[in-house]
């Protein structure tokens, strides 16, 4: 079984950093990270393929949400400056065949979730 373990969730005010990180069991995927936020659908927010040649992110983090992975620890990290209140959610972060499944949803692995919590 593979297993994503999310990391570095918290409180931070509007406007701040926070930096998530996904451990990885097992390498050779391409990943990513979806969030869901109380009484809304899971949504994507970005992937980055298997050797991180490429990457994709949903239009409502774009220029603010940084997708990057050190694959010598099999770990995938999510740099989120800029953050809005609208951010809160929980983070999952996810794992596919290559980086368009990942985007659509085409998902094999998920991990467990971290929390987000975005103040005004």
């Known amino acids: 079984q593979v297993q994503l373990v999310e990391s570095g969730g918290g409180l931070v005010q509007a406007g701040g950093s926070l930096s998530l990180s996904c451990a990885a069991s097992?390498?050779?995927?391409?990943m990513g990270w979806f969030r869901q936020a109380p009484g809304k659908e899971r949504e994507f927010v970005a992937a980055?393929?298997?050797?991180?040649?490429?990457?994709r992110y949903s239009d409502s983090v774009k220029g603010r949400f940084t997708i990057s992975r050190d694959n010598a620890k099999n770990t995938v990290y999510l740099q989120m400056n800029s953050l809005k209140p609208e951010d809160t959610a929980i983070y999952y972060c996810?794992?596919?065949?290559?980086?368009?499944?990942?985007?659509?949803?085409?998902?094999?692995?998920w991990g467990q979730g971290t929390q987000v919590t975005v103040s005004s």
């Open positions: 097992v390498g050779n995927f391409a």
């Open positions: 980055i393929s298997r050797i991180g040649s490429a990457t």
């Open positions: 996810t794992a596919g065949v290559n980086t368009i499944a990942v985007t659509t949803g085409n998902i094999d692995y």
